[in-house]
């Protein structure tokens, strides 16, 4: 190689590093770090939804228990209660800063024996952090728990 070519060339290796961190090692960083808030939102909703359906099935159908007993489960992990939504027995899906939108009791307000209590809720998580909401994701799930056919219900 000669003296000129060398002259030309002298240089680019700090350029390739710069363009090299800039285009791959910052975007890996940035999805590798939004893999913990979206698994740890995975392991929230798993947890406060099978919360909500047995507080639900075991207070003989107190929705705003369960809705209150959920909301200090997301205040205490950090976590926006305006994010989660929640679906009751397959109703329409609703905040869980709000108040209930479906209900699980029949027509006199209380739950049948045998029958199943569902809760499907779901969160809206920032995939990449940074300050922007630009970059989101939801995950779900569903939790059935069987309302106790033994269990002593209050006859009105």
């Not at 999805?31 to 947890?47: D, H, K, Q, Y």
Request: glycine share 6%; proline share 4%; hydrophobic share 45%.
């Amino acid at each position: 190689m000669r003296a000129s070519d060398r002259a030309r060339q002298s240089g680019t290796a700090a350029i390739e590093l710069v363009v090299g961190v800039a285009l791959i090692m910052v975007p890996m960083a940035m999805i590798v770090l939004s893999f913990a808030p979206l698994l740890e939102a995975r392991t929230f909703v798993r947890l406060a939804s099978a919360e909500m359906a047995r507080t639900i099935a075991i207070t003989d159908g107190d929705e705003l228990l369960a809705y209150q007993t959920v909301r200090d489960m997301a205040v205490n992990n950090n976590i926006d209660p305006s994010m989660v939504e929640v679906a009751l027995c397959g109703g329409s899906e609703g905040a869980l800063a709000g108040v209930p939108r479906s209900s699980c009791a029949d027509s006199d307000g209380l739950l049948a024996r045998g029958t199943y209590v569902s809760v499907f809720m779901r969160i809206t998580v920032k995939v990449v952090p940074l300050y922007t909401d630009r970059f989101t994701i939801s995950t779900g799930y569903e939790h059935a728990e069987l309302v106790d056919q033994y269990r002593s219900i209050a006859q009105p």
